[in-house]
């Protein structure tokens, strides 16, 4: 069936399947999908990831626990915040790039991953501008018009090249965003929350969809590609 937000491919010229990003290469580092959301009926105890990786976003906490809200993780910008089981650790000059689907509640400094400091944490600080904290090293990649409105579902996807400049890039449902300048960061990163910076600064709205990879550079054929399944899949 055709609208279900999903492709297909071929395999050895005869079968098709469902394409989702574990599909090819190279792999995800990590995939919190919808149908992955585990809640008790009242919060959301845990994001289960559809990777190879099994590395889960759990919050221990009642009173920090997000709930399930138009099929998404809905974060309320005060304290909701989850945890990966294990670090997502970048080494400096490596590649990384962050699928985020998201509509925002509002535009104030919205972290989507980040840790309990301020050294590494990529955010959304107003309508117009990102704040991007690499290997201690802050990055303000900023647009002449307003890109990140509330209420807006988004596909917004955050890439850092491979390679000693490590070219910082931002697209939006897509499509290259062009800044005001060209910024760029190689230094070494790690995460340790969703939705969480230093325990002042959380995400506030919904997280529909979240792919995470590193290592190498995606073609751009694969980034499109993954623009496209998750387009289809949200209705964006």
Known sequence: MLGLGVGFYKL?????????PNTGGPPPKGWFKPDAIVTDGEG?????????????LAQSSESDLGTLDDG???????????????????????AF???????????NQDTLLGTGGTSNFLQILTNKKLKLKIGGVQELPTFASAQFSSDEKMILTIQREAGATGNLNVFKNGTLLTPTSQLDN??????DSLGLRNSDQFF????YEVILY??????????SRIH???????SI
């Not at 190689?186 to 995460?191: D, M, S």
């Open 228 to 234: 496209e399944y998750l387009k289809r899949k949200h």
């Open 204 to 207: 506030g709205g919904h997280i």
């Open 44 to 56: 959301v105890l845990r994001w289960d990831d559809s990777s190879a990786n099994l590395n889960h």
């Open 186 to 191: 190689a230094g070494a990163i790690t995460f």
């Open 97 to 107: 790039i962050g699928f985020f689907v998201i509509k925002l509640a509002n535009v």
């Open 214 to 223: 590193d290592i190498e550079d995606l073609s751009t054929s694969r980034i």
């Open 12 to 20: 050895g010229g005869k079968e098709y399947f469902p394409w989702t």
């Open 72 to 94: 998404a993780l809905l974060l309320d910008g005060t304290s909701d915040h989850y945890d990966f089981s294990s670090n997502i650790v970048i080494s400096a000059e490596e």
